[in-house]
């Protein structure tokens, strides 16, 4: 999983904030990603009808669908008379992570990685996976692709 931590941020001589940090392991050093906001935080965590909800004491509370980043697409063909070109394309499709409770922890996310249908392709001799990503949002990003895995049945 991600780890996340929301905190009070005060750097010397400024006013505090909140700063965020993020780990790929609870037991491996957190990286600073930024800041958000101004005035005196106290932020909370949590989760609900599918968003993520920071709530502080100042008058901006925050509302996200999740960590990914908007827009992810992707495509896949295939070679289907092993000429090593692609003869087949899918269409260029959205992409997102899901995410849920689990029950019993209030602080705790289910995640299920983003996926794509590929039932409609033929079988092939060869495969191309092409991947775009597009920050769409106004806010400062790290695009991270930890992971592409293509399943055969």
């Known amino acids: 999983g991600q780890y996340y931590l929301f905190c009070d941020f005060h750097p010397a001589n ?14 491996k050093p957190f990286e600073f990603c930024g800041e958000i906001g101004r005035g005196h935080p106290d932020p909370d965590i949590g989760f609900a009808e599918g968003k993520f909800y920071m709530i502080t004491q100042t008058a901006h509370d925050y509302v996200s669908p999740g960590p990914w980043v908007e827009k992810v697409e992707s495509r ?24 849920d409770h689990i029950r019993g922890f209030s602080k705790q996310i289910e995640r299920s990685p983003a996926s794509l249908d590929l039932s409609g392709l033929p079988s092939g001799f060869g495969f191309q996976v092409e991947v775009r990503m ?9 695009p991270l692709l930890q992971q592409l895995a293509l399943s055969f049945e």
Request: charged share 35%; net charge negative; proline share 0%.
């Open 14 to 27: 400024e006013k505090i904030r909140i700063g965020w940090f993020t780990s790929s392991s609870i037991d």
């Open 76 to 99: 896949v063909g295939v070679d289907v008379n092993d000429n090593g070109k692609i003869d087949q394309w899918t269409d260029w499709k959205e992409l997102k992570e899901s995410y």
């Open 134 to 142: 597009t920050d769409t949002t106004s806010n400062r990003s790290k």
